[in-house]
């Protein structure tokens, strides 16, 4: 919180500096700083294109990796030479002290004119990620403050030739049903699950897509809230999941330190496990690993039948408009356009990555198709009323990643984290 504060006063300063940091910039020029190594060519393309049927030029700056863009953006809002467009790839608190500080446009005029004709042509959940809604967390005026141009969410994988080899037909649609066929992979002698959980927002997203499906949003928010505790019965469902999983022998060994691009070399190049799970971009990455690889997409298991199993789903990238740059109107045109069906269609063509105008999803293959279907009743962090403390969620996911090891039990974690959480709530009531 303190580094929060710091930050946001740095950037309140430095926009209160005279100048909007871009008097050196080309005449008739849009800047766009991103990190996207693997659309860069694509971008390329797209900036030659623009500049001909506009005379604008498009001029990208492209900063990888990510970790290293988050300090180049940090530190040129410190410094006030901003680009036109750009992203913020951080939470949602801190894309709030951009906001604030006046280096964010709001878009809402922009989406909504001719009877929301822009916001129409979008998936509305990717729209979301980028919206602060009346009475937010954050304080931040109401409003739309970025543009999704692509979107995903987080599925389950399976192999349907380690399906068919261990005798099963289809994918589990229960839990009750997926722990069945581990047994069966594990008979066959086929690993049942491998993913990522190295990464801890990977098991943060498995885990949060549990707790909504097991005892509802409400309660969820709740608990973030203080007003509900992790050794809550239904808490103790969403840990004891994993425990169950391993204890049904269900994950690959070494699990919990590996990271995800290990894990899409273990489902698609190497075949060595029967399900997954990952997110939209893992088309164009098992496309490229391995083209012949036979798999299908599917919702995680439902645990609870009476309600739905939702998934983080959205943007998954977003570009905000510099409100400070003199040519503010000419980057939301851009970002406009760029969002356009004809645009769209180009970008999947070329990254496979699914589009985020609903007019560009025509011709997107199954397997991506899929991630799509569950875009309306998606859900993300970045959309929530309120978020967990960060010191409870590590201590939340590191008890899980204990669990899954078998370190500790589902009544353990619960009490420790419970304790984070009680030391939390104490340090927030201090004045």
């Known amino acids: 919180m303190k580094l929060f504060l710091a930050l946001l006063c740095g950037l309140m300063l430095a926009a209160t500096a005279c100048g909007c940091g871009q008097s050196g910039k080309e005449a008739n020029t849009i800047e766009v700083w991103h990190w996207m190594t693997d659309r860069q060519d694509a971008f390329e393309v797209l900036a030659r294109k623009y500049e001909a049927q506009t005379g604008i ?66 998936f509305t959940k990717a729209v979301d990620v980028n919206r602060f809604v009346e009475g937010n967390v954050d304080g931040v005026k109401p409003g739309i403050y970025g543009v999704p141009i692509d979107v995903g969410s987080q599925q389950l994988l399976y192999n349907k030739t380690l399906l068919r080899q261990a005798g099963i037909t289809r ?64 808490w103790l469902r969403v840990f004891t999941i994993f425990k169950t999983l391993h204890d049904r022998g269900a994950f ?30 893992s088309v164009h990455v098992y496309r490229q690993m391995r083209p012949d690889l036979d798999y299908g997409v599917v919702p995680l298991p439902v645990f609870n039948p009476a309600l739905p199993m939702v998934s983080w789903g959205g943007a998954e990238t977003s570009l905000v408009v510099n409100n400070l740059s003199p040519d503010k109107d000419k980057a939301i045109a851009f970002l406009k356009w760029l969002t356009a069906r004809e645009q769209q269609v180009f970008l999947f063509t070329h990254l496979y990555s699914l589009p985020v105008n609903r007019e560009a999803m025509a011709g997107v293959p199954e397997n991506l198709a899929a991630f799509s279907r569950v875009m309306e009743t998606s859900t993300h962090p970045k959309v929530w009323p309120v978020n967990e403390d960060p010191l409870v969620s590590e201590a939340f996911l590191k008890g899980i990643q204990a669990i899954i090891i078998g370190e500790k039990t589902p009544q353990a974690v619960a009490r420790d984290v ?3 959480k009680d030391r939390q709530i104490e340090k927030a009531s201090q004045p």
């Open 57 to 122: 030029k498009v001029k990208l700056a492209l900063f990888a990796p990510s970790d290293a863009y988050t300090q180049k953006i940090i530190a040129a809002a410190q410094a006030n030479i901003l680009p036109d467009v750009y992203s913020i790839l951080d939470k949602k608190a801190i894309v709030a002290a951009f906001i604030k500080a006046g280096f964010v446009a709001d878009l809402t005029d922009a989406f909504q004119m001719d009877n929301n004709a822009w916001e129409k042509s979008l």
């Open 171 to 234: 994918p589990p649609a229960t839990f009750e049903e997926w722990l069945a066929d581990i047994d069966v992979l594990r008979r066959a002698g086929i690993t049942p699950f491998v993913s990522g959980f190295g990464e801890l927002w990977l098991i943060d997203c498995f885990a949060s897509n549990y707790a909504f499906n097991i005892m509802g949003e409400q309660k969820v928010f709740d608990t973030f809230r203080g007003k509900v505790s992790y050794t809550d019965p239904d």
């Open 252 to 281: 690959m060994n070494g699990i919990v330190t590996k990271g995800n691009k290990l894990a899409e070399q273990d489902f698609a190049v190497f075949e060595r496990a029967a399900f997954t799970f990952n997110g939209a971009w």
């Open 418 to 420: 419970q304790l984070v």
